[in-house]
């Protein structure tokens, strides 16, 4: 009987792939005048990790497996076929090839989820969870090793890369026009680190200097208080060595610490709060500790200052407690309270830092890149009766580029009493077009979900935004490893070093965190589950971004191999009450 269910099971997976494969090759409408060994290896894995799903006896890991596996292949397929085709269907039979070739490859998907799990479970059984001491001698190490790993990045882009959004930020901050389109709490940052470069030396950019050796010292802080908690609770040595080299040497660490854009302080705050969300399952006494409880109302009050869109971090934190308070209820009970007081601290700051800076509120048309975006694709792709009126309400509509809504969005100035009429006429659109609709949503946030989609950009901004007349000039110390540097990342060269080119992909990274997430379900590890709800629910933001930029998907380039990492850490053996 066994040996039938094997055969059965190999015969199902070789017929699953080979649909899937056939179904593939005509949706992404291959040219066969290619080299067929990578495609018949592909085959093969194929072939194998789908029988691993079929003979799975567990039914927790294949409906997960299959639904991780089936959106993932989904996804990617359609990644590609946007690239090679530029629309998910021009004919109805599109679709029928897509959910094909999703249906037949998912199988494959969810075995090697199924594997990647069991071999999860098995390494977390024979974990020991006794805790490993030493732990502060850690966190010193990996801080200083951090620091010393981005040195030479820091001399090469001398003072700091004030770079991205920084410098209409600083403007803000010169003229005392603020509004809360850029976080009042980042903006107020730089420029008091830039006054205090003026009385200090005469010289602005020694502030610049100064803001971003604060900030290395902060990421490197968060980024090694991630090493200690793995290295304290016994994750495997591997794990805490791949995490600390990943830090010291990514070039998405390097540039971006010694980057002045908003996304670094928050993406660490983000980082922080996850690891308090760790300690929270890992430590059972940590929500009775005052200086967790001090950690983790910091931490949820600097997630929501330093980006607009952290505020979704605090609400999941607060609805995972919430659907806890069931299983939990007096621990549950009381991290709800303390996430609606670390929302109330942040609330009154945010409201205290608009009234002392007399700040403007920033323009509602920031959230509106998608529907915006789509109805400049029906403008520029079709003939819509609508065009003219598309036209009235976005003076630049015939800019429209695929992969950024800046370009359109950016002039739409709208009153908030005319939204009734936009959205309608955007709905009217749409029931016209709704694949035009998918299309555009797709193609503007290719990057966020697609691991092979290249950068519509710069991978990395790393020139310097000078100001000659206020004296914010960059004076690289290094100038062979600027180049250097430069033609890698922002020049994009690095797309031309197979394998590397992949590791740097931010997607990689976002489908890294969510199959921790995913598998944290599967292994019954709660830790990683919980701890994942508020960097997903900001993903699921970013999404709605008007371009796809490394800079918006770090916070999870950060998270997702610590998330990964505690999969691995041993079952507690006395609950988290």
Not at 101 to 126: D, H, V
Not at 316 to 334: D, F, G, N, T
Request: glycine share 6%; hydrophobic share 55%.
């Amino acid at each position: 009987m066994f040996r039938e269910n094997h055969v059965r099971s190999w015969l199902t997976a070789s017929v699953s792939a080979l649909a899937g494969a056939a179904a593939l090759s005509v949706y992404l409408q291959w040219d066969w005048n290619i080299t067929y060994w990578p495609l018949a290896m592909l085959l093969v894995l194929s072939v194998y990790f789908g029988h691993l799903w079929f003979v799975n006896p567990k039914r927790k890991e294949r409906r997960i497996g299959l639904a991780f596996g089936m959106l993932f292949v989904f996804l990617q397929i359609c990644g590609r076929r946007l690239t090679v085709a530029e629309t998910l269907a021009v004919k109805t039979s599109d679709f029928i090839w897509l959910a094909a070739a999703s249906m037949g490859l998912s199988p494959a998907a969810g075995g090697m989820f199924a594997a990647l799990t069991g071999l999860i479970a098995g390494r977390r059984a024979l974990t020991p969870t006794l805790e490993r001491r030493k732990s502060m001698l850690v966190l010193i190490g990996c801080t200083a090793l951090f620091l010393l790993c981005w040195l030479p990045y820091l001399l090469a882009f001398y003072p700091g890369l004030f770079t991205y959004d920084i410098s209409w930020q600083y403007e803000q901050y010169q003229t005392w026009k603020l509004n809360t389109h850029h976080p009042l709490l980042h903006t107020l940052l730089v420029g008091w680190f830039c006054d205090l470069g003026w009385h200090l030396f005469g010289y602005p950019a020694k502030g610049i200097l100064m803001y971003t050796v604060f900030q290395m010292t902060l990421m490197a802080l968060a980024m090694a208080s991630a090493v200690r908690l793995l290295y304290r609770h016994r994750a495997p040595l591997w794990c805490c060595a791949a995490v600390t080299a990943l830090n010291a040497l990514m070039p998405f660490h390097a540039l971006l610490v010694i980057s002045s854009t908003k996304d670094t302080l928050f993406s660490g705050a983000v980082l922080y709060l996850v690891i308090t969300l760790l300690e929270l399952f890992l430590e059972k006494d940590a929500l009775h500790r005052l200086g967790w409880i001090v950690r983790f109302l910091i931490a949820l009050v600097l997630v929501g200052l330093l980006r607009n869109n952290g505020f979704v971090c605090m609400a999941a934190v607060l609805a995972a407690a919430l659907v806890c308070i069931v299983r939990w209820k007096k621990a549950a009970v009381k991290l709800a309270a303390l996430t609606m007081a670390g929302i109330v601290l942040y609330s009154s700051a945010n409201t205290l830092l608009i009234s002392a800076t007399d700040a403007e509120k920033g323009h509602f048309r920031e959230m509106l890149s998608v529907p915006l975006q789509q109805m400049a694709r029906v403008y520029a792709l079709t003939d819509d009766t609508a065009k003219a009126e598309i036209k009235e309400w976005l003076p630049t509509v015939e800019l429209y580029s695929p992969h950024l809504a800046d370009l359109v969005k950016n002039t739409f100035e709208a009153e908030k009493e005319q939204l009734p009429q936009l959205f309608r006429l955007w709905l009217e659109v749409g029931l016209r077009h709704p694949v035009v609709y998918v299309d555009s949503l797709l193609v503007t946030s290719a990057g966020f979900y697609d691991i092979s989609a290249e950068p519509t950009g710069d991978y990395l901004e790393t020139r310097f935004h000078t100001d000659e007349g206020k004296w914010i000039v960059d004076g690289s110390k290094w100038p062979e490893l600027r180049a250097k540097t430069a033609n890698l990342y922002s020049n994009n060269a690095f797309l031309d070093i197979p394998l590397y080119n992949l590791l740097l992909s931010p997607a990689l990274w976002v489908w890294i965190m969510l199959f921790a997430a995913a598998a944290g379900w599967c292994v019954e590890n709660r830790a990683v589950v919980f701890a994942a709800m508020a960097p997903i629910a900001l993903y699921l933001t970013t999404l709605l971004s008007p371009c796809v930029m490394t800079r918006y998907l770090y916070p999870f380039m950060l998270c997702a191999p610590v998330l990964a990492s505690v999969l691995f850490i041993g079952q507690k053996t006395e609950e988290n009450q």
